[in-house]
């Protein structure tokens, strides 16, 4: 029965991340790698006309490995960097990013916070000189006209950092994306109640936390791909067993950086394929090391 279950495995991920020759010959593409930075979030954005977006840093000891792969991407230049909140492991590693990289914009949720690492990002910024945009809920961002990008929440008073989080909506013709930083199931009831959440990929919110991924949420997005972001040696539990539960109820094909390492979804605007720095048969490989 193991055997079975490691070939299903490795059938499915084959099945997932060989490139149709056709679909990688279409030369609009958008890509979005969601980063292993361990126990945090960060999100490189590649949209077709060739803006970067990155949405976040990871903790503070990350920020040379978002810079790595910044590298290996042949990324020169941030258009757009988004601090989804200032919770450490989110914004911890952006100032090595902005001392790396020019970056030509910044779009905050506005939460402020009272910490060296929050202190350390407003400084880098302010030596710089970028321009920052405080998140408003329902703001649409035009930086690639191929692209809709929508903010469904951002801070508002009374909110706490994972409140606050900025959750954004990503399509690109036919395939959506769901990012939904560390945002907890009162934002979700709210979202679901005012906006079409429908995506093809969901970035679990909250690292798999006990706060967020509520079942009716999850049947209004539909995810057909989750992403989940967490360490495996985390001291939170992520992900606890009721997200897994509620996103194999849905039929997701879960995904973790924890497992997989880093995670792209190529996509041409009508299908997609996932890539993964690693497979499972990695992870066994390692423990047996």
Request: net charge positive; proline share 4%.
């Amino acid at each position: 029965m193991r055997i079975f279950k490691v070939f299903n495995v490795v059938f499915i991920l084959l099945l997932f991340t060989i490139p149709n020759p056709s679909f990688a010959a279409e030369q609009q593409q958008m890509k979005v790698h969601f980063i292993d930075v361990g126990q945090g979030d960060s999100i490189l954005i590649e949209t077709p006309s060739g803006k970067t977006i990155l949405i976040d840093g990871g903790p503070p000891g990350a920020g040379k490995t978002v810079a790595e792969f910044l590298k290996k991407r042949r990324v020169k230049k941030i258009d757009l960097l988004i601090a989804t909140h200032p919770d450490i492991d989110h914004i911890g590693g952006l100032p090595l990013i902005m001392k790396s990289f020019k970056v030509d914009k910044i779009i905050d949720s506005g939460k402020l916070h009272s910490t060296k690492t929050y202190v350390r990002y407003i400084n880098q910024i302010q030596k710089h000189k970028i321009p920052v945009e405080i998140a408003r809920e329902n703001d649409v961002i035009t930086l690639d006209p191929l692209v809709d990008m929508q903010i469904l929440n951002s801070y508002a008073e009374h909110k706490n950092n994972n409140q606050s989080s900025i959750v954004l909506k990503v399509s690109f013709r036919e395939v959506d994306f769901l990012l939904m930083g560390d945002s907890e199931q009162a934002q979700e009831k709210r979202i679901m109640q005012q906006k079409d959440i429908e995506s093809d990929i969901y970035k679990v919110g909250h690292h798999g936390s006990n706060t967020s991924t509520s079942y009716p949420f999850l049947k209004l997005v539909k995810p057909k791909i989750a992403i989940l972001t967490y360490s495996k040696k985390n001291h939170y539990g992520h992900p606890v067993d009721r997200v897994i539960r509620n996103l194999q109820r849905v039929h997701a094909m879960i995904y973790s950086t924890a497992v997989f390492g880093d995670i792209s979804i190529v996509t041409n605007g009508q299908g997609y394929f996932v890539l993964t720095e690693k497979t499972p048969l990695d992870g066994l490989t390692e423990k047996a090391g």
